[in-house]
């Protein structure tokens, strides 16, 4: 019987102690609940979540592209404001999304998307490629970054907020929305064409230029124009005129979107009817005996550019 005693006196204050610490573990479950652990946020999570962007989150939803922009990625997300959207809608004449098709928004929205994750510190002044591949032949458009003062996209478009991180990529935000460029909206955003620019709105050819094409454009930098006003004794496009212009400029332009891998030694046909001479060696690729393709592959909405370091004159000119 002692024996039975002492066992139960070192049993019952153990049990004891143990209902007590059960008690506490359930009044503790009962007081404090653990911290939810945090969730990954995507680059959509980040736009629904920001009222800024509720026009954004409504035209990915409608364009069907929400599921996309959540995937692994990495993305790079320029995305425009409520402010930059009604700017669009001003601009279009619509009230909104509801006025827009799928189909219309499909390419818009990702013209802003890099398969890439791009931060602000590694962005450098250059053409990017997107999301967007609805260029001729399935290319895709290409992005016109300049980063010499802050942060500017094709010419006009300024990242007012960078760096907005997510789980799938990184969002700058911007405060128009970009539309695809043609290759005359191209030429337009880098300041090195300004002087092409001038001479295609002297000569009366956006509008041709901005029509569907296909076009390949050889885009002569303004150091190959003011070359060219030397040799002419013309101080610039002021001194020509229209009709001095125009064959000029189309003898830089042929039909179809040519791409530098297709691009062989012969000849190409230029929309001024007259022959381009191409050749392909170990000087890369020269036109017309002396004029060298510099950059190739700056693909538009309707075209491709090539940019050259050298007017080229039509025969006979």
Do not use: W
Not at 14 to 22: D, G, M, R, S, Y
Not at 36 to 42: G, S
Not at 119 to 124: D, F, M, P, V
């Amino acid at each position: 019987m002692k024996k039975t005693t002492l066992k139960y006196m070192y049993v019952l204050p153990v049990l004891a102690l143990t209902l007590i610490l059960a008690s506490c573990d359930k009044d503790d479950d009962n007081d404090v609940q653990p911290a939810p652990v945090p969730q990954e946020k995507t680059v959509v999570d980040v736009a629904v979540n920001d009222n800024n962007f509720s026009i954004l989150v409504e035209a990915l939803q409608k364009a069907n592209l929400v599921q996309a922009l959540e995937g692994a990625g990495p993305f790079t997300v320029f995305a425009p404001t409520n402010d930059a959207f009604n700017q669009l809608f001003n601009a279009l004449g619509v009230s909104g999304i509801n006025d827009l098709t799928a189909e219309t928004l499909t390419p818009i929205l990702l013209y802003h998307v890099l398969g890439v994750k791009a931060e602000s510190g590694s962005l450098n002044s250059g053409y990017f490629e997107t999301l967007n591949t609805f260029g001729p032949d399935g290319n895709s458009v290409q992005l016109y970054v300049n980063v010499s003062k802050g942060v500017v996209l094709n010419g006009n478009t300024n990242v007012t907020a960078a760096d907005v991180m997510a789980s799938n990529g990184v969002i700058h935000v911007i405060d128009r929305v970009l539309l695809p460029p043609t290759v005359v909206d191209l030429a337009i955003s880098n300041t090195t064409f300004s002087i092409l620019v001038e001479a295609v709105v002297k000569a009366g050819l956006v509008d041709a230029l901005n029509a569907p094409g296909p076009f390949t454009v050889f885009a002569p930098t303004n150091d190959a124009f003011q070359a060219l006003f030397s040799v002419l004794g013309v101080s610039g496009i002021a001194d020509l005129t229209a009709e001095q212009l125009t064959p000029i400029l189309l003898y830089h332009v042929a039909n179809g979107n040519v791409r530098s891998d297709m691009v062989s030694t012969g000849v190409i046909p230029s929309l001024n009817g007259a022959n381009i001479n191409v050749e392909v060696g170990s000087m890369g690729v020269v036109l017309n005996g002396s004029a060298k393709v510099i950059a190739v592959d700056v693909q538009g909405a309707n075209g491709v550019i090539h940019v050259i370091d050298q007017v080229i004159l039509p025969p006979n000119k």
